[in-house]
Protein backbone atom coordinates (compact mmCIF):
# COMPACT_ATOMS: atom_id res chain seq x y z
CA UNK A 1 0.00 0.00 0.00
CA UNK A 2 1.25 3.79 -0.65
CA UNK A 3 2.07 5.58 2.25
CA UNK A 4 1.00 9.19 1.68
CA UNK A 5 2.34 11.92 4.48
CA UNK A 6 0.02 15.14 4.32
CA UNK A 7 1.57 17.90 5.96
CA UNK A 8 -1.01 20.58 6.28
CA UNK A 9 -3.55 18.39 7.26
CA UNK A 10 -5.40 21.00 9.43
CA UNK A 11 -5.63 23.77 7.30
CA UNK A 12 -8.41 24.41 4.59
CA UNK A 13 -7.22 22.76 2.32
CA UNK A 14 -6.10 19.95 3.81
CA UNK A 15 -8.98 18.78 5.59
CA UNK A 16 -10.79 18.82 2.03
CA UNK A 17 -7.86 16.10 1.08
CA UNK A 18 -8.04 13.93 4.25
CA UNK A 19 -12.08 13.39 4.06
CA UNK A 20 -11.10 12.18 -0.04
CA UNK A 21 -8.42 10.15 1.35
CA UNK A 22 -10.11 8.28 3.92
CA UNK A 23 -10.84 4.93 2.60
CA UNK A 24 -9.08 4.96 -0.32
CA UNK A 25 -6.29 2.93 -1.59
CA UNK A 26 -3.86 4.95 0.98
CA UNK A 27 -2.58 4.91 3.67
CA UNK A 28 -2.08 8.12 5.45
CA UNK A 29 -0.21 10.07 8.20
CA UNK A 30 -1.32 13.73 8.92
CA UNK A 31 1.01 16.31 10.06
CA UNK A 32 -0.74 19.61 11.37
CA UNK A 33 1.72 21.91 13.87
CA UNK A 34 -0.91 24.24 14.81
CA UNK A 35 -3.02 23.50 17.46
CA UNK A 36 -6.36 24.73 16.03
CA UNK A 37 -5.47 22.63 12.57
CA UNK A 38 -4.99 19.40 14.60
CA UNK A 39 -8.49 19.84 16.44
CA UNK A 40 -10.10 21.23 12.75
CA UNK A 41 -8.78 18.06 11.16
CA UNK A 42 -10.33 15.89 14.40
CA UNK A 43 -13.61 17.72 14.63
CA UNK A 44 -14.26 17.26 11.22
CA UNK A 45 -12.81 13.69 10.04
CA UNK A 46 -12.03 11.98 13.14
CA UNK A 47 -8.77 11.87 12.60
CA UNK A 48 -5.81 12.40 14.64
CA UNK A 49 -2.17 13.85 14.00
CA UNK A 50 1.28 12.88 14.13
CA UNK A 51 4.69 13.90 14.31
CA UNK A 52 6.75 14.91 10.91
CA UNK A 53 9.15 12.38 11.42
CA UNK A 54 6.71 9.53 12.33
CA UNK A 55 4.58 10.66 9.04
CA UNK A 56 7.57 10.83 6.72
CA UNK A 57 9.65 7.54 8.10
CA UNK A 58 8.73 4.98 4.93
CA UNK A 59 6.41 7.52 3.33
CA UNK A 60 6.38 6.88 -0.72
CA UNK A 61 4.75 10.69 -1.39
CA UNK A 62 4.55 13.67 -0.07
CA UNK A 63 1.74 15.90 -0.12
CA UNK A 64 2.21 19.78 0.78
CA UNK A 65 -0.85 20.92 1.67
CA UNK A 66 0.57 23.63 2.74
CA UNK A 67 0.58 27.88 1.89
CA UNK A 68 2.67 28.87 -1.60
CA UNK A 69 5.11 31.24 0.85
CA UNK A 70 5.54 27.95 2.86
CA UNK A 71 6.56 25.65 -0.11
CA UNK A 72 10.12 26.43 0.01
CA UNK A 73 10.79 26.40 3.56
CA UNK A 74 9.09 23.50 3.99
CA UNK A 75 10.42 21.11 1.53
CA UNK A 76 13.77 22.39 2.32
CA UNK A 77 12.85 20.90 6.05
CA UNK A 78 11.86 17.94 5.32
CA UNK A 79 13.81 16.54 2.00
CA UNK A 80 17.30 15.74 3.84
CA UNK A 81 14.83 13.33 5.70
CA UNK A 82 13.54 11.77 2.06
CA UNK A 83 15.33 8.80 0.58
CA UNK A 84 15.31 8.81 -3.32
CA UNK A 85 12.39 7.54 -5.52
CA UNK A 86 9.89 9.48 -2.73
CA UNK A 87 7.31 11.74 -4.53
CA UNK A 88 6.29 15.17 -3.57
CA UNK A 89 3.87 16.74 -4.53
CA UNK A 90 2.55 20.59 -4.27
CA UNK A 91 -0.87 21.50 -5.34
CA UNK A 92 -0.25 24.70 -6.94
CA UNK A 93 2.70 25.31 -9.56
CA UNK A 94 3.66 28.66 -8.11
CA UNK A 95 6.44 27.64 -5.80
CA UNK A 96 7.74 24.60 -8.17
CA UNK A 97 7.83 27.61 -11.09
CA UNK A 98 9.47 29.84 -8.99
CA UNK A 99 12.05 27.03 -8.35
CA UNK A 100 11.67 26.73 -4.80
CA UNK A 101 11.79 23.08 -4.17
CA UNK A 102 15.58 21.78 -3.07
CA UNK A 103 18.09 20.77 -5.87
CA UNK A 104 17.52 17.19 -5.35
CA UNK A 105 17.60 15.24 -8.90
CA UNK A 106 16.80 11.53 -7.54
CA UNK A 107 13.14 12.76 -6.10
CA UNK A 108 10.23 13.21 -7.89
CA UNK A 109 8.20 16.24 -7.90
CA UNK A 110 4.59 16.35 -9.11
CA UNK A 111 1.92 19.03 -9.23
CA UNK A 112 -1.62 18.69 -9.34
CA UNK A 113 -4.46 21.46 -8.94
CA UNK A 114 -8.22 21.30 -9.30
CA UNK A 115 -9.99 22.90 -12.37
CA UNK A 116 -13.01 23.66 -10.04
CA UNK A 117 -16.55 22.49 -10.91
CA UNK A 118 -17.84 24.37 -13.65
CA UNK A 119 -20.39 27.13 -14.01
CA UNK A 120 -22.45 24.85 -15.80
CA UNK A 121 -22.33 21.59 -13.55
CA UNK A 122 -26.07 21.20 -12.25
CA UNK A 123 -24.20 19.50 -9.45
CA UNK A 124 -23.19 22.79 -8.21
CA UNK A 125 -26.22 23.99 -7.45
CA UNK A 126 -27.55 21.10 -5.02
CA UNK A 127 -29.71 22.36 -2.98
CA UNK A 128 -28.67 23.16 0.68
CA UNK A 129 -25.26 22.06 -0.28
CA UNK A 130 -24.13 23.63 -2.86
CA UNK A 131 -20.26 22.35 -4.07
CA UNK A 132 -19.49 25.42 -5.49
CA UNK A 133 -15.18 24.83 -4.79
CA UNK A 134 -15.70 20.97 -5.88
CA UNK A 135 -14.57 17.78 -4.32
CA UNK A 136 -17.71 16.89 -2.67
CA UNK A 137 -20.52 15.95 -5.18
CA UNK A 138 -19.58 18.28 -8.28
CA UNK A 139 -17.71 16.77 -10.51
CA UNK A 140 -14.18 19.14 -11.78
CA UNK A 141 -11.48 18.22 -14.01
CA UNK A 142 -7.85 18.23 -12.86
CA UNK A 143 -4.11 19.06 -14.18
CA UNK A 144 -0.75 17.54 -12.94
CA UNK A 145 2.28 17.85 -13.96
CA UNK A 146 5.47 15.19 -13.78
CA UNK A 147 8.13 18.21 -12.95
CA UNK A 148 10.99 15.42 -12.53
CA UNK A 149 11.14 11.86 -11.91
CA UNK A 150 11.11 8.82 -14.48
CA UNK A 151 7.98 9.04 -16.82
CA UNK A 152 6.48 5.83 -15.05
CA UNK A 153 5.60 7.91 -11.63
CA UNK A 154 3.15 10.35 -13.25
CA UNK A 155 0.48 7.32 -13.17
CA UNK A 156 0.96 7.21 -9.02
CA UNK A 157 0.57 11.06 -9.04
CA UNK A 158 -2.36 10.99 -10.97
CA UNK A 159 -4.07 8.89 -9.47
CA UNK A 160 -3.55 10.50 -5.99
CA UNK A 161 -4.53 13.67 -7.78
CA UNK A 162 -8.01 11.78 -8.69
CA UNK A 163 -8.40 10.81 -5.36
CA UNK A 164 -8.18 13.95 -2.94
CA UNK A 165 -9.75 16.13 -6.02
CA UNK A 166 -13.00 13.67 -6.62
CA UNK A 167 -15.29 13.20 -8.23
CA UNK A 168 -13.34 13.69 -11.38
CA UNK A 169 -14.87 14.87 -14.50
CA UNK A 170 -11.44 14.72 -16.71
CA UNK A 171 -7.71 14.68 -15.98
CA UNK A 172 -5.25 16.62 -17.94
CA UNK A 173 -1.60 16.13 -18.42
CA UNK A 174 0.50 19.42 -18.65
CA UNK A 175 4.11 21.07 -17.77
CA UNK A 176 4.88 23.52 -15.11
CA UNK A 177 4.99 25.97 -17.26
CA UNK A 178 1.71 25.58 -18.68
CA UNK A 179 -0.10 25.02 -15.18
CA UNK A 180 1.51 28.47 -14.47
CA UNK A 181 -0.48 29.94 -17.22
CA UNK A 182 -3.34 28.59 -16.26
CA UNK A 183 -3.21 30.04 -13.03
CA UNK A 184 -2.18 32.44 -11.64
CA UNK A 185 -2.45 33.58 -15.92
CA UNK A 186 -5.39 32.60 -17.01
CA UNK A 187 -7.46 32.38 -13.91
CA UNK A 188 -6.61 34.85 -11.56
CA UNK A 189 -4.93 37.47 -13.57
CA UNK A 190 -7.27 37.27 -16.03
CA UNK A 191 -10.20 35.50 -14.90
CA UNK A 192 -10.43 37.26 -11.14
CA UNK A 193 -9.45 40.41 -12.23
CA UNK A 194 -12.01 40.46 -14.52
CA UNK A 195 -14.71 39.21 -12.49
CA UNK A 196 -13.74 41.88 -10.09
CA UNK A 197 -13.81 44.76 -12.31
CA UNK A 198 -17.53 43.60 -12.97
CA UNK A 199 -18.32 43.35 -9.32
CA UNK A 200 -16.86 47.02 -9.37
CA UNK A 201 -19.31 48.04 -12.50
CA UNK A 202 -22.69 46.64 -10.79
CA UNK A 203 -21.39 49.10 -7.87
CA UNK A 204 -21.34 51.48 -10.42
CA UNK A 205 -24.55 50.83 -11.50
CA UNK A 206 -25.97 51.01 -8.08
CA UNK A 207 -24.16 54.01 -6.97
CA UNK A 208 -26.02 55.93 -9.70
CA UNK A 209 -29.50 54.61 -8.43
CA UNK A 210 -30.30 51.25 -9.52
CA UNK A 211 -31.76 48.68 -6.67
CA UNK A 212 -28.65 46.50 -5.54
CA UNK A 213 -30.83 43.65 -5.73
CA UNK A 214 -32.01 44.49 -9.39
CA UNK A 215 -28.64 45.47 -10.60
CA UNK A 216 -26.96 41.95 -9.06
CA UNK A 217 -29.98 40.20 -10.38
CA UNK A 218 -29.32 41.22 -14.19
CA UNK A 219 -25.97 41.35 -14.07
CA UNK A 220 -25.71 37.76 -12.67
CA UNK A 221 -28.88 36.27 -15.12
CA UNK A 222 -27.06 38.06 -18.31
CA UNK A 223 -23.43 36.95 -17.20
CA UNK A 224 -25.15 32.86 -17.05
CA UNK A 225 -26.33 33.23 -21.03
CA UNK A 226 -23.70 35.37 -21.98
CA UNK A 227 -21.27 32.68 -20.80
CA UNK A 228 -23.04 29.94 -22.47
CA UNK A 229 -23.28 31.29 -25.55
CA UNK A 230 -19.62 32.81 -25.57
CA UNK A 231 -17.89 29.49 -24.59
CA UNK A 232 -20.26 27.72 -26.71
CA UNK A 233 -22.57 25.66 -24.15
CA UNK A 234 -25.06 26.26 -25.94
CA UNK A 235 -25.36 26.73 -29.68
CA UNK A 236 -26.27 31.10 -30.12
CA UNK A 237 -24.97 34.03 -31.17
CA UNK A 238 -25.58 37.78 -29.47
CA UNK A 239 -27.80 40.57 -31.00
CA UNK A 240 -25.72 43.27 -33.33
CA UNK A 241 -26.40 45.71 -30.40
CA UNK A 242 -24.44 43.37 -28.21
CA UNK A 243 -21.97 42.95 -31.05
CA UNK A 244 -21.55 46.33 -31.42
CA UNK A 245 -20.87 47.41 -27.39
CA UNK A 246 -18.45 44.08 -27.65
CA UNK A 247 -16.63 46.22 -30.34
CA UNK A 248 -16.58 49.72 -28.76
CA UNK A 249 -16.31 48.17 -25.18
CA UNK A 250 -13.08 46.19 -25.28
CA UNK A 251 -11.09 49.07 -26.24
CA UNK A 252 -12.44 51.30 -23.84
CA UNK A 253 -11.79 48.65 -20.63
CA UNK A 254 -8.83 46.95 -22.18
CA UNK A 255 -5.20 47.98 -23.20
CA UNK A 256 -3.74 46.76 -26.59
CA UNK A 257 -1.18 44.97 -25.02
CA UNK A 258 -2.93 42.97 -22.11
CA UNK A 259 -2.07 39.29 -23.97
CA UNK A 260 1.76 40.00 -22.30
CA UNK A 261 0.45 38.70 -18.95
CA UNK A 262 0.70 35.87 -20.32
CA UNK A 263 4.51 35.97 -21.11
CA UNK A 264 6.79 33.89 -19.41
CA UNK A 265 8.26 37.07 -17.81
CA UNK A 266 5.22 38.53 -16.65
CA UNK A 267 4.06 34.83 -15.34
CA UNK A 268 7.38 35.05 -13.62
CA UNK A 269 6.81 37.87 -11.89
CA UNK A 270 3.52 37.49 -10.90
CA UNK A 271 4.62 34.05 -9.47
CA UNK A 272 7.39 35.69 -7.37
CA UNK A 273 5.13 38.22 -5.57
CA UNK A 274 2.93 35.26 -4.72
CA UNK A 275 5.66 33.54 -3.33
Known sequence: MTTIALFGAGGKMGVRLAKNLVGSAYEVRHVEPGAAGRQRLKDQTGLDCVAAEVALKGADVVILAVPDTLIGRLAAEIA??????????????????????????????????????????PEVHVAGAPDYFGGVT??????????????????????????IYAPILRSYRVTVEQMALLEPGLSETVGATLLDVMREAMDEVVARGVPADCARDFLLGHMTILSAVIFKQIPGQFSDACNKAIT????????????????REEIAESIRRIT
Open 248 to 263: FGKPRLMRDDWKQVFD
Open 138 to 163: APQSVVSALMQGPDAAFDLGEAIAKT
Open 80 to 121: PQLPAGTMVMTLDAAAPFAGHLPVRPDLVYFVAHPCHPSIFS
